[in-house]
């Protein structure tokens, strides 16, 4: 049975992750400018990531494509996590290691983003993915945690929530993500 203690020791341990987050704001805000010049100059977001990480990427896609909250003109973004034939089509013929990289290559184009979300920064599928997007000329944004893994070196804006457990990193990702579809909105939707 849960206690209030430990509601109260949860709640404690994010506040303080939170209040930590003012030291990533620079690489907040220049993956957040990075990703407002591609939707502004026309070109789309691709997003993976696995498990919960997964969901955010749908999440963002979600907030790009639909609305955060202003009703305005749809823009493109794709969550590589959500085609159960395409993934496991790939997992099948490729692996699991190139579900993402097989998207890439297939449906990235100069000037398009890849958001790469993983709370380790070691994903191999989602560091292959990176790898490629790169070889292809597409800009790369990591949303990171745990120091950023392999990715920290990789991604052009590295974005590392300075945490080890998986659960705060991952409240972190939400509130980032927030922050950047905020951001869209008002600036590419100025009333």
Not at 36 to 52: A, E, F, M, V, Y
Not at 138 to 153: F, W, Y
Request: some cysteine; proline content about 2%.
């Amino acid at each position: 049975m849960a206690t209030a203690r430990q509601y109260d020791e949860m709640l404690d341990e994010h506040n303080a992750l939170f209040l930590k987050l003012r030291e990533i704001g620079s690489g907040v805000m220049g993956a957040a400018e990075l990703i407002r010049d591609t939707l502004g100059n026309g070109k789309k977001i691709l997003i993976c990531g696995n498990g919960g990480s997964a969901s955010d990427a749908q999440h963002f896609a979600a907030e790009i494509v639909g609305r955060f909250e202003r009703d305005r003109k749809a823009l493109p973004a794709i969550a590589l996590t959500t085609d159960t034939s395409i993934l496991t089509a790939l997992g099948n013929d490729y692996g699991y290691d190139l579900v993402f990289s097989r998207q890439v290559e297939g449906l990235a184009a100069d000037g398009d983003t890849l958001v790469a979300i993983s709370t380790s920064g070691s994903s191999k599928n989602v560091v292959l993915a990176v790898e490629l997007a790169r070889k292809m000329g597409v800009r790369t944004v990591g949303l990171l945690g745990r120091g950023g893994g392999k990715l920290a070196g990789s991604v052009d804006v590295p974005v590392i929530v300075p945490h080890s457990a998986t659960a705060r990193i991952q409240e972190a990702h939400i509130f980032i993500i927030h922050f950047w579809s905020a951001l869209i909105e008002r600036e590419l939707f100025a009333a």
